[in-house]
């Protein structure tokens, strides 16, 4: 079974930067592509929203409110997406989850999500 372990959360004053990693794991060999890479966040009370993408190709998107200051990057012999996050904001706090389609042996095409870190911007 494929999981995604999360790194890089924490707290960190307005203006700071964090790097997130998100790396797959499973049975060795189980992993035969890797698709669309991705990070949400979800804050109290609000609905989980995409916060960047990047694709196989790694042709990115972000959401409006991070443009200019997060940057998603991905290392495929590693099984791992990364979120750069510069200039933090309050407004940032939230938990980051990471998203990978990934094309398995045993399941082939399919959606995995992180666990979830926390990222806290003190103001």
């Known amino acids: 079974q494929v999981q995604l372990v999360e790194s890089g959360g924490g707290l960190v004053q307005a203006g700071g930067s964090l790097r997130l990693s998100c790396a797959a794991s499973?049975?060795?060999?189980?992993?035969?592509?890797?698709?669309?890479m991705g990070w949400y966040r979800q804050a109290p009370g609000k609905q989980r929203e995409l916060v960047a993408r990047?694709?196989?190709?790694?042709?990115?998107n972000y959401a409006d409110s991070v443009k200019g200051r997060f940057t998603i990057s991905r290392d495929n012999a590693k099984n791992t997406v990364y979120l750069q996050m510069n200039s933090l904001k309050p407004e940032d706090t939230a938990v980051y989850y990471c998203?990978?389609?990934?094309?398995?042996?045993?399941?082939?095409?399919?959606?995995?999500w992180g666990q979830g870190t926390q990222v806290t911007v003190s103001s």
């Open positions: 499973g049975a060795s060999g189980s992993i035969f592509k890797i698709n669309d």
């Open positions: 998203n990978q389609v990934l094309v398995t042996t045993a399941y082939g095409i399919r959606s995995y």
């Open positions: 990047i694709t196989s190709s790694r042709t990115t």
